[in-house]
């Protein structure tokens, strides 16, 4: 690559003296994904997986006809907010039947986010 096309990046901070936790929650379908994926300083880690015929008769599809990929586990990504703060943003899946999670998410967080559609 060359300098010309090259993207100038700051490097992200070893460490931080304050790690926030917010975690991000909505239905199915919402939008919890693509706003970590679109608010994350780092390439965000997502769990998407495929959706199959099999899911069809467990989530209620009827909203997000044209979804193909749904959260699995949960979704990461980081913000840094100065030289001391770092926010992490945990994106929980919406489906009722991965709501056990939540409990683990919201853990130790700051806040939450909800994203209604």
């Known amino acids: 690559m060359d300098s010309a096309t090259s993207e100038t990046r700051t ?7 304050n790690g926030l936790k917010i ?9 919890k994904t693509t706003m970590v994926r679109s608010v994350s300083e780092i390439r ?7 959706m199959t015929q099999a899911g069809e008769a467990v989530d209620d599809i009827t909203g997000v006809r044209g979804k193909t990929a749904t959260t699995v ?35 130790g967080t700051l806040g939450a986010v909800v994203l209604v559609d």
């Open 73 to 107: 586990a949960f979704d990461f990504g980081r913000i840094t907010l100065d030289a001391r703060n770092v926010l992490y943003l945990f994106g929980a899946p919406g489906q009722e039947r991965f709501w056990f999670l939540w409990d683990r998410l919201f853990s």
């Open 23 to 31: 975690v991000v929650v909505g239905g199915f379908g919402a939008g």
């Open 44 to 50: 965000p880690l997502n769990t998407e997986e495929t």
């Open 11 to 17: 490097p992200l901070g070893a460490s931080a003296d």
